[in-house]
């Protein structure tokens, strides 16, 4: 599972490591070392812009995202809190994500992210969970393979009410790889460069082809190290929270 992860990266600075074609500079999210479900979220994505009419070019954009998938027939947007995560063996299977597999993926960029470890406390002999921040050992960005969905709500009236639509989305897991597999038996899943463009492409629709894309992690060498305990709190934010704690 990935619960928490870390996205600190300029949108400018994104723009140019996708080759971003279109991003709304109003849109701008400020750097996060504390993701957290619901949270909004930078996310790539390929899409026709809607104001050029059936047939327009598919475009490369940079918006953000809340990150919790909602399925277009859910009732509720709460369930997003409890779509998170996809795990790559079965997302083409679920009913929740199998039409966003298809027809709606993203890459969800990342500095890094936080899986928990049980532990013993030196002190008090009792079972605690720690923290690790996990990353690439070149600190270069992760392109999380993720999906994304609309949302209508249904409560507002008429449908081009800034608050009619919901576009959510989730990050698919896999198992873990490397120094993240002696922290938690599962990981987000990273491309690599050679496979976003296919990844991206609205287009590209053939379930199998789509999950070979999805064989091989593509985060490089990965590194991890202890952090403090204030990451449990989603209200502790700053990039204090991915050093390593003092002995």
């Known amino acids: 599972m990935c619960g928490r992860y870390v996205s600190t990266r300029s949108p400018q600075d994104?723009?140019?490591?996708?080759?971003?074609?279109?991003?709304?500079?109003?849109?701008?999210?400020?750097?996060?070392?504390?993701?957290?479900?619901?949270n909004e979220v930078w996310a790539v994505l390929e899409r026709a812009p809607r104001d050029q009419g059936h047939g327009a070019p598919v475009e490369r954009e940079l918006?953000?995202?809340r990150w919790g998938l909602v399925p277009s027939w859910a009732k509720d947007v709460k369930i997003g809190a409890r779509m998170i995560n996809a795990r790559v063996e079965t997302v083409h299977e679920k009913p929740?994500?199998?039409?966003?597999?298809?027809?709606?993926?993203?890459?969800?960029?990342?500095?890094?992210?936080?899986?928990?470890?049980?532990?013993?406390?030196?002190?008090?002999?009792?079972a605690r969970k720690q923290p690790y921040f996990i990353y690439r050992?070149?600190?270069?960005?992760?392109?999380?393979?993720?999906?994304?969905?609309?949302?209508?709500?249904?409560?507002?009236?008429?449908?081009d009410d800034p608050g009619a639509w919901r576009i959510t989305c989730t990050i698919l897991t896999t198992e873990a790889t490397d120094a993240a597999g002696?922290?938690?038996?599962?990981?987000?899943?990273?491309?690599?460069?050679?496979?976003?463009?296919?990844?991206l492409d609205p287009h590209h629709q053939d379930p199998d082809d789509l999950r070979a894309l999805l064989t091989q992690p593509?985060?490089?060498?990965?590194?991890?190290?202890?952090?403090?305990?204030?990451?449990?709190?989603?209200?502790?934010n700053g990039p204090q929270l991915v050093d390593e704690p003092p002995a």
């Open 14 to 38: 994104l723009v140019q490591l996708f080759h971003v074609a279109a991003w709304r500079p109003e849109e701008a999210l400020a750097p996060n070392w504390n993701v957290a479900p619901t």
């Open 63 to 65: 918006r953000p995202l």
């Open 96 to 126: 929740a994500f199998r039409r966003a597999f298809v027809k709606r993926r993203c890459l969800l960029p990342a500095d890094g992210f936080y899986e928990w470890q049980q532990a013993t406390d030196e002190v008090t002999g009792k």
């Open 137 to 159: 050992e070149d600190d270069q960005v992760m392109a999380l393979a993720g999906l994304y969905e609309y949302w209508r709500n249904p409560e507002i009236r008429p449908d």
């Open 182 to 199: 002696r922290v938690h038996p599962r990981m987000p899943l990273a491309l690599t460069p050679d496979h976003y463009d296919a990844w």
């Open 218 to 236: 593509g985060d490089g060498h990965l590194d991890t190290r202890p952090v403090s305990t204030a990451v449990n709190s989603v209200r502790n």
